[in-house]
């Protein structure tokens, strides 16, 4: 039988490129080799395309993939020269420059079926701020926030936050995920603090009002047929869930499904498959929710490329469900290339 090339794009040019390789060597290990051949590339910081390993068979355990600190110039190559035809591609980058619609736009252009949301639905869920607004337009319960752009007063914006929210409040990057450039303010003095801190990530930034609230997450399969799974739910170890708690620490665990009332678990789910069909979602997402003590649901946001390391959520999710790593990987892969034969024959 003749193996399917499956892509890996990792790396990337955000701060979240650590999350990619680790993504990337958890789904290179976990790929069918009897029904795939893995070829991978690295995407610098800098932005430079490096031809790396390719794969046939299970990778040893203690194999790596190349990072920014292991890179090889000699096998730089330019972007266009990883078309394959046939082959799929999973850019398996998280944050700007490769959820946000610019890798789907290139990808788009060289003709390529890949795994993911389009141009549109990356871009827009990728913003946290356009986000808010898609889904408020689809009534969509959120938490009270307030918008700050580059280039505003940043007095008038801090009174507009302490007349429509009260602390402590969350500031965040519109941009980035993985709770990247994100920080808790509990009074003036820490959102100017905070609000520098986010600038450094991005032009646009949200300030969320605090909420005492459990972490509840949806996983999102499918195309025009859009599967969910039960909520998930996040257990920390600590008061505020940051990256070093994510990735570094590992001071979290998951709670799958979470101990939730089954009114609110198909809340959830409902509210997950309509903030993914509002936003032009396809292939897959991962739908973050606050669940307040007073039994309030917020959607929080929704993370079209969510992590896929080997004590992430989304796999984890599905797992649940009946669906192992592997299976999720190969059905990802097929709705990668029936979107692909959807967008070409709509360039009619």
Known sequence: MTKETLILLYGGRSAEREVSVLSAESIMRAVNYDKFQVKTYFITQKGDFIKTQEFTSQPAADEKLMTNSTIIASQGIKASDIYEENAVVFPVLHGPMGEDGSIQGFLEVLRMPYVGTNVLASSVAMDKITTKRVLESAGIAQVPYVAVIEGETIADKITEIEDKLTYPVFVKPANMGSSVGISKADDRASLLVSLDLAFKYDSRLLVEQGVNAREIEVGLLGNADVKTTLP?????????????????????????????????????????????????????????????????????????????????????????????????????????????????????
Not at 236 to 248: G, S
Not at 255 to 279: C, G, H, T, V
Not at 305 to 323: K, R
């Open 232 to 348: 998930g739910e996040v257990v920390k170890d600590v008061a505020f869930y940051d990256y070093e708690a994510k990735y570094i620490d590992n001071k979290i665990s998951m709670e799958i499904p979470a101990k939730i009332d089954s009114s609110i678990m198909e809340l959830m789910q409902e509210n997950a498959a309509k903030a993914f069909r509002a936003i032009g979602g396809c292939g897959l997402s991962r739908c973050d929710f606050f669940l307040t003590e007073g039994g309030g649901v917020f959607l929080n946001e929704l993370n079209t490329m969510p992590g896929f390391t080997q004590w992430s959520m989304y796999p984890l999710l599905w797992e649940n469900m009946g669906l192992a790593y592997s299976d999720l990987i190969e059905e990802l892969v097929n709705l990668a290339k029936e979107m692909f034969a959807k967008r070409e024959s709509h360039l009619i």
